[in-house]
């Protein structure tokens, strides 16, 4: 007779039952199997310092013919520990340890700029003509002032003198979290504080400056904002410490700055990889390796909800020391609840496979639920036949069958005991009210909290919540827990249903609707940058997912952008592609209105778009400007030479650098008042914004200053040319004052006797 050896797994855990059999021919050789860790890198956090992993078994490889002693993990992490249980190898890993340096931006709630209102006080006295206009000075860290008289005669007058001050105001820390260009959440505690910078994105259009400084944002603004002086400022008469009396004022004068902080941060990472090994004992001859999983109720045993309860059974059957695949006529499953051959489902598959898992669904009636405790057992078969009979050492066979069971258990909580049928006494109490807390409308796939906390007993305490909820993804239970809805349920209204029972076996039922919607993305197109010719623009993707069951594709993410007036498309510069980013880097060449668009599409099949049209300014050259005597003379006791000292007060009004300054002159030589027949000689071009000349001829020299400017903000390099900087000479300055006269200093004359 055939000799069959069975292996069986039973599961203990309470949320799921694990049954493996083998049926077999006698003999086994001695084997080494191996199973992959799954490898990770840079995995980012403390959470990911360690990880559990749980592994399947080979194909053909049964818990029960593995040699112990001899499982083994192969790697370069350290080990917590490792075992086999309910028929998986379960592994417990801490993580190699690592770090990356990232750039990081901290933005408000981590989405969006932060915004400061800054400004000054501006008081009219009592005289009703006078203005006190309160300045700060960022050289001194201090408020100063000034009297002005108004600009009108009407009295009392309420014009402004238009004049430009400057404010001060703190940088806002509050509710800054970082992220990562990519967007990625950073913890605070791995930013360097030391290379924190603030960069300044807009202001109001009456700023004239703005810069950080320390710990403040300093902002140079124009008052009044506007012509007619009717916006922009906040009576702040009131606040006057002493009071004042009319026509005595007092008006705040304000700007809005928005502004994030950029750092760098080193970021703990950690990385998992390796093998594990051990020896087996493989079967000689064709083998039937049959599993069970216990899919629901999870968990098991589960909680009565006065509901039938599914239970879904997956039924598998493997073959090992066999390779004859078209050999395989059918496999049969069968499932049936023990002692009831009227439940009895039977499945066919004909694929021609070594392996093959059916699953089965029966219910719990909720009139055997309603019991304290009810256990339903379950008897299983899986059988392989074959086209051809296998020859056996006791003699051909057709097929291999392999017998299992499964369990799905319930309770109903406890129940007063007085004997084997207790008989609750009626109750004189007050019943309990039944209240379901949670959202009136929820997008599919999105998780939301069922809340029934809120309900309560006027004389006791709710010792069971009782849920019915049609169609959800996850089952609600206890006094409150999360669920969501599928893509089946767009554009339905579902009911769900809490009944509470007291203490005293009363109850109480009510009920909520929840409108389910479709998970479409909110695309959001942030523009970012300067937008000023030849400066790094960015386009950057800040859509939210609307479930986080349905994520955005980034495949799919595609940003356009097009000239609407001023410059054309050949003057929007890029590299690479617009799709597939969340972040892309732009140039525009000429000033002008664009236009860009964002399209996002998540993996639920939904996309949006968002367009900005934003403009462009032109990048101002500079001003150059020059300050000097208009004559000096010539020092005998210094070898006749004279000094000329030669400031330079240019400015840049778009604010950026500038990076090189060229000094030259040219004398004139016949003294006839024409320059332009003489030449330019070089004095300095060492970028110096103060210089001495010493000229030894009697006579005048012109002056030229030519200035060249800097990018003060970041720009894409493979765009832009040395052409691309602006610079100007002094040309349109006044010529008087660029020309300086030459004089020997006059003889002393003494007339006393």
């Known amino acids: 007779m055939r000799k069959v050896g069975v292996l069986l797994l039973a599961s203990m855990l309470i949320f799921s039952i694990l049954n493996i059999h083998v049926a077999s021919a006698i003999g086994s050789n001695n084997r080494t199997g191996t199973v992959s860790v799954p490898i990770s890198y840079g995995l980012v956090g403390d959470d990911n310092s360690a990880k559990a992993f749980t592994l399947d078994l080979p194909l053909g490889v049964n818990a029960s013919s593995i040699n112990l002693s001899t499982l083994k993990y192969n790697g370069t992490n350290a080990v917590n520990s490792l075992q086999i249980s309910n028929g998986k190898i379960k592994l417990s890993l801490k993580g190699v340890e690592a770090s990356k340096t990232v750039q990081v931006k901290g933005l408000y709630s981590g989405q969006y700029p932060f915004e400061s209102k800054i400004g000054n006080s501006i008081w009219r006295y009592a005289d009703g003509r006078t203005w006190q206009i309160n300045d700060y000075s960022p050289s001194t860290d201090t408020m100063t002032k000034k009297d002005l008289p108004a600009p009108d005669f009407t009295y009392p007058s309420e014009r402004v003198p238009k004049v430009t001050v400057n404010a001060a105001g703190n940088q806002s820390t509050e509710g800054r979290f970082w992220k990562t260009l990519s967007m990625e959440s950073v913890d605070e505690k791995y930013v360097d504080q030391n290379s924190i910078l603030v960069t300044i994105m807009k202001t109001d259009a009456w700023v004239t400056n703005a810069y950080p400084k320390g710990n ?25 410490n002493p009071p004042v009396v009319y026509p005595a004022m007092g008006r705040f004068y304000k700007a809005n700055v928005w502004y994030y902080y950029t750092s760098s941060a080193k970021i703990p990472t950690y990385s998992y990889g390796g093998t594990v090994t051990f020896d087996y004992s493989l079967p000689t001859e064709p083998t039937l390796l049959g599993e069970v999983d216990l899919i629901k109720p999870n968990p098991n045993p589960t909680e009565a909800t006065g509901s039938d309860i599914p239970v879904v059974i997956s039924l598998k059957g493997t073959l090992a020391a066999y390779t004859d695949t078209s050999n395989i006529q059918e496999w049969v499953f069968y499932a049936k609840e023990s002692n009831n ?73 406890p129940k007063p005991s007085s004997g084997p049928n207790p008989t609750p006494p009626p109750s004189t109490g007050k019943p309990p009210e039944a209240r379901i807390s949670m959202p009136d409308q929820v997008v599919a796939g999105e998780k939301f909290i069922v809340s029934g906390a809120d309900s309560f ?63 479409a993305p909110a695309a959001k197109l942030q523009i970012l940058g300067t937008l000023k010719e030849n400066r790094k623009i960015t386009l950057h993707n800040a859509s939210k997912n609307a479930a986080d069951d349905f ?48 399209y996002v599409e998540n993996t639920a099949g939904y996309s949006a778009t968002k367009s900005i049209t934003f403009t462009v300014q032109p990048d101002q050259p500079p001003v150059p400007y020059i300050s000097m005597p208009n004559t000096v003379y010539r020092d005998p006791s210094n070898g006749n030479k004279a000094s000329v000292t030669i400031d330079d007060l240019s400015i840049s009004p778009d604010y950026d650098y500038l990076a090189k300054r060229v000094w030259e002159y040219r004398y004139d030589s016949d003294n006839d008042g024409n320059y332009a027949e003489e030449a330019w000689v070089l004095m300095n071009n060492g970028n110096l914004d103060r210089i001495n000349f010493y000229p030894t001829e009697v006579g005048r020299y012109e002056i030229r200053l030519t200035t060249k400017e800097e990018f003060g903000q970041p720009t894409i390099d493979e765009f832009v040319s040395i052409n691309d900087r602006k610079s100007a000479d002094t040309a349109n300055q006044n010529v008087a004052e660029r020309i300086v006269t030459v004089l020997n200093r006059p003889p002393l004359s003494d007339w006393s006797l």
């Open 216 to 240: 403040k944002l300093v902002i140079a603004y124009q008052i009044p904002i506007t012509a007619d002086d009717q916006g922009g400022w906040d009576n702040v008469t009131s606040t006057a």
């Open 551 to 598: 994520p955005m594709i980034p495949g799919k993410t595609k940003f356009t952008i097009s000239a609407v007036s001023g410059g054309t498309n050949a003057d929007i510069k890029y590299s690479g592609s617009l799709s597939g980013t969340d972040n892309a880097d732009i140039l525009i060449k000429v000033a002008g209105q664009y236009k860009a668009t964002l």
């Open 341 to 413: 051959d009227a439940s009895l489902q039977v499945k066919k598959d004909y694929v021609k496979k070594l392996s093959s898992t059916q699953e089965f669904t029966f219910y719990i009636k909720k009139e055997n639920a309603a019991a304290t405790n009810f256990k339903q057992e379950y008897a299983l078969t899986v059988t392989v036949r074959f086209t051809k009979p296998i020859i056996m050492p006791d003699g051909p066979i057709s097929s291999l069958t392999q017998s299992l069971s499964s369990s799905a258990s319930t309770y109903n909580g």
């Open 457 to 519: 007993d006027p004389d006791g305490t709710i010792v069971k919540y009782i849920w019915q909820h049609p169609n959800v993804q996850d089952a609600l239970y206890g006094k409150s827990s999360d669920t969501r809805y599928g893509l089946d349920s767009i554009d339905t209204t579902q009911t769900i249903t809490l009944t509470v029972v007291d203490n005293d076996g009363l109850t109480a039922t009510t009920s909520r609707d929840i409108k389910v919607i479709a998970p």
